[in-house]
């Protein structure tokens, strides 16, 4: 049920931006959401009609982009998708001393307007 909050807070930056810019209606927003988050793509676009009910983004669209976990292997400064099949290891220097530069994040990545 985390998604509802994400979607509630994502609806609430949206809104904000379209009163901060004197915008009656948004008709679409893109949200990023990363693959460690645990956030449900389905269960945000479950969840988008109730959260825009009465607000500047009602009947308006959700688009979601999934985003893959990457790290910066902190030996060799290779950049990859740490997974299951390369035992979360760099595949350039086999090291676990990593660290995560994408994937763990949800960010309201667009509003798109229509005049």
Known sequence: MHELSYMIKMV???EDTAIENDI??????VVEVGAMT???PYYLHKYYPEATKGTRL???ELEVIEIPVKAICNNCQTEYE???E???RCPHCTSTSSHIVAGRDVTLK???VNE
């Open 86 to 88: 390369n035992d979360y």
């Open 24 to 29: 009656e209606h948004i008709d679409k927003i």
């Open 110 to 112: 667009n509003i798109l």
């Open 58 to 60: 009602e009947g308006s």
């Open 38 to 40: 645990g956030v449900l």
């Open 82 to 84: 740490p997974t299951k």
């Open 12 to 14: 609430n930056l949206a």
